[in-house]
């Protein structure tokens, strides 16, 4: 059983950052890609970024050039450097094993929140 624990989220102003980990147990974390999702309110859960062991990673349109993903695999966490933050990307963020170009691999954790208002 594949567990994953977010942390990092919070209330932030535009244009500031956030850094989100992800602690994944119960795998081969080197083994699969992992990706980064958010559900803001009304709204699907979408896939924001993706990152598999030596690729480039991938990452949606609305967040290229400002969200980075990385991963530690001695840590089995992977983390998303969150940069000049918009109030559309407030939303409750996961991480998940993708699985194809829209499933996932694994149940959901808690997610953390990510709030972005001045």
């Known amino acids: 059983q594949v567990q994953f624990v977010e942390s990092g989220g919070g209330l932030v102003q535009p244009g500031g950052s956030l850094r989100l980990s992800c602690a994944v147990s119960?795998?081969?974390?080197?083994?699969?890609?992992m990706g980064w999702y958010r559900q803001a309110p009304g709204k699907q859960r979408e896939l924001v970024a993706a990152?598999?062991?030596?690729?480039?990673?991938n990452y949606a349109d609305s967040v290229k050039g400002r969200f980075t993903i990385s991963r530690d695999n001695a840590k089995n966490t992977v983390y998303l450097q969150m940069n000049n933050l918009k109030p559309e990307d407030t939303a409750v963020y996961y991480c998940?094993?993708?699985?194809?170009?829209?499933?996932?691999?694994?149940?959901w954790g808690k997610g953390t929140l990510v709030t972005v208002s001045s």
């Open positions: 990152a598999s062991s030596g690729r480039t990673p």
């Open positions: 998940n094993r993708p699985r194809g170009p829209v499933g996932v691999m694994d149940d």
């Open positions: 119960g795998s081969i974390f080197s083994d699969y890609a």
